[in-house]
């Protein structure tokens, strides 16, 4: 188990979008990076990806979990990238305790899939980082995810980094596949911008409730997989917190590559 930090870690949400991105460099890749370098190095880091998105709580509890390549049609070199990343059991005992009486299983088949290790291949490329995965209910409610976020909030001061990794905006139907440098569609970059002045104002509320901000969302968040790992970031926020948006930009016209830390 991970120590006392002098200064709590920062909560950061990061907008993955392809697979690819783990072999390209490009703006994207060069924001993580550069992240990866201003964060004070973890003791561990406790990651919610929008693949591993299941009718249960479970986290990783192996001490040495696997490389998941959970995606199909892809170059055959990203099926050959592991990230062998050490699990930390006492971490998962830990979340277990502070997320009582909430049944929390501990799972021994999962691993790190590519939400999250296709993220951390570049923010930590050493991969000697402990790494424990945490699942999105699918079966619960935005505000269910919203409370384990506050509720997991004390993490930050134990030396782990809080890492959600989805898109906020994230419509494949209307990718434009043909012109992935395409800029953002109107609805998209309305709705990303909208989203901002929420976090910059602190009305997590509202971003709980996202149902309610209109036809944007709906067009931005057709389904709720890979924006509900902003809502264990948002959770975990303190008065205190500043929002920086470290990364920005958008692929394809409809996949929102925005990063959000947010730290004291």
């Known amino acids: 188990m991970t120590a006392f930090a002098p200064h709590p870690l920062p909560a950061i949400f990061v907008g993955h979008g392809n697979p690819k991105n783990v072999v ?10 550069a992240l990866g370098a201003a964060i004070p190095r973890p003791g561990a880091i406790l990651a919610v990806s929008a693949h591993w998105y299941i009718p249960a709580t479970r986290v990783t509890a192996m001490p040495h979990p696997r490389t998941i390549h959970d995606f199909g049609g892809f170059p055959k070199e990203l099926y050959e990238i592991e990230y062998p990343a050490p699990g930390d059991p006492a971490l998962a005992r830990r ?11 501990p799972d021994e088949r999962w691993g790190l899939d590519h939400g999250t290790w296709s993220v951390l291949h570049h923010l930590f490329p050493r991969a000697d980082i402990p790494v424990v995965q945490l699942s999105i209910d699918r079966a619960q409610p935005p505000s269910y ?6 509720r997991l909030a004390p993490l930050r001061d134990e030396g782990v980094l ?9 419509n494949l139907e209307a990718y ?17 911008e909208k989203v901002k002045d929420l976090l910059l104002s602190g009305q997590e509320a509202r971003m709980v409730d996202y149902a309610s901000l209109g036809p944007e969302a709906r067009l931005a968040i057709p389904t709720p997989d890979h924006y509900l790992p902003l809502l264990y970031v948002l959770g975990a ?3 205190e917190d500043k929002v920086h948006f470290p990364v920005e930009g958008f692929d394809g ?5 925005l990063a959000i ?3 004291d």
């Open 261 to 263: 830390s947010i730290s």
């Open 24 to 33: 390209r460099s490009n703006p994207w890749t060069d924001g993580w990076k």
């Open 253 to 257: 016209g409809s996949v929102s590559m």
């Open 176 to 192: 434009a596949w043909d012109q992935p440098g395409l800029g953002a569609f109107g609805w998209a970059s309305g709705f990303e």
């Open 162 to 170: 809080l890492l959600g990794s989805g898109n906020l905006v994230h």
């Open 95 to 105: 979340l277990q305790e502070l997320l009582a009486p909430l049944a929390v299983e």
């Open 237 to 239: 926020r303190r008065k």
């Open 145 to 150: 995810h919203y409370e384990i976020g506050r």
